[in-house]
């Protein structure tokens, strides 16, 4: 989810937490649970820091190894224990296991979006992406809003109301879980065509996009109030040029790789090389590519330069060419 969705999780999980009356009991042990679920609830990005060492480090570690199984008991370790040198806490483990929710919570409904996370690390290496809803969910992050808001005027009841919210996100979650499997098999029977077919949620609760991949091609589709509308396609054709095949090599290409198994290739021959962009399809909009990777080989297959990104085709297209001055 996005870091505002975290945010007010963290604090609505404060707010949960006064139905334990170990967190109620002192005010203390009050202040160092907000700590715990706030903090608890962006750790696990803190792997946003690899961006200082380029965007190649950061697409290969982000959701790596700080959203994996083992991290879900360290990092509230950590945290408990920083928080314990500074708030004096009545009950260690309360603050533990109330850090902990937070943390489990954040790697957990991260696998419900597009982007996933590898949670099954270090057993597995497997990205988790569910597509069941978007980054930024408006519902979650409204029935939030509206438990805050009570919680304002009802003061008293922070507990029962954020038990009230989370239900209603649970009940929430799985709906959208049977809507997902209900569009996915609405959409084999609409598309009628033989593939590998992911449906990918939006924000907006009735539009879904779809991907259908075919032996020849990938197709892209958007799906709205149950109406199909096709909306870009790319070939497969350049999967064996060689120049795909070598531009694996280089560190950008190898990192998008990595991260996406919807990755697919355009080759373009120039006048002094070629230039291979990998395209992720699941981020297909508005008839553009945003998550690209870019090689730039010279006539005999050699790398010359490479980068990775959220870019637009202009920015991409200028990106390519100061390179390659």
């Known amino acids: ?57 950061y697409v290969r570690n982000h959701r790596g190894w700080t959203h994996s199984s083992p991290m879900i008991l360290i990092w509230p370790t950590i945290i408990s224990l920083f928080i314990s040198l500074f708030v004096p806490v009545q009950s ?52 939030h809003l ?10 008293a009841n922070g507990g029962l109301i954020f038990a009230v919210v989370y239900s209603l996100i649970v009940l929430y979650v799985i709906w959208r879980s049977i809507e997902h499997h209900r569009i996915t098999i609405w959409a084999k029977q609409e598309a009628g065509k033989t593939g590998k077919y992911t449906v990918i949620p939006t924000y907006r609760l009735k539009n879904w996009n779809l991907i259908v991949e075919m032996e020849d091609k990938v197709q892209m589709g958007e799906i709205q109030n149950h109406q199909l509308d096709w909306t870009g396609s790319i070939s497969r054709n350049d999967q064996t040029h060689l120049a795909t ?22 080759v373009l021959t120039k006048k002094d090389g070629f230039e ?10 508005k008839k553009q590519f945003p998550f690209v990777a870019v090689a730039h080989l010279d006539q005999n297959y050699n790398i010359v330069g490479s980068f990775i990104g959220w870019l637009s085709d202009e920015q991409a297209q200028k990106r390519a060419e100061n390179m390659m001055k």
């Open 146 to 155: 509206l438990g805050f808001l009570s919680w304002y005027f009802y003061r």
């Open 1 to 57: 989810m996005d870091t505002g969705t975290h945010f007010v999780m963290g604090i609505g999980l404060y707010g949960l937490a006064h139905l334990d009356p170990t967190v109620t009991s002192h005010p203390d042990m009050l202040y160092a649970t907000l700590l715990g679920t706030v903090i608890g609830s962006q750790v696990p990005d803190l792997d946003t820091l690899y961006r200082i060492k380029g965007n190649a480090t």
């Open 92 to 143: 260690f483990y309360t603050l533990w296991l109330w850090t902990g929710l937070a943390i489990f919570i954040h790697i957990f409904i991260d696998c419900f979006n597009t982007y996933g996370t590898q949670a099954l690390r270090p057993f597995k290496r497997n990205w988790i992406s569910l597509n069941i809803i978007n980054i930024f969910d408006p519902v979650i992050f409204g029935l």
């Open 276 to 285: 291979v962009k990998w395209l992720d399809v699941r981020y297909y909009h």
């Open 245 to 266: 095949l070598k531009s694996k090599e280089c560190n950008a290409v190898a990192s998008f790789l990595s991260f996406t198994s919807y990755g697919y290739p355009q």
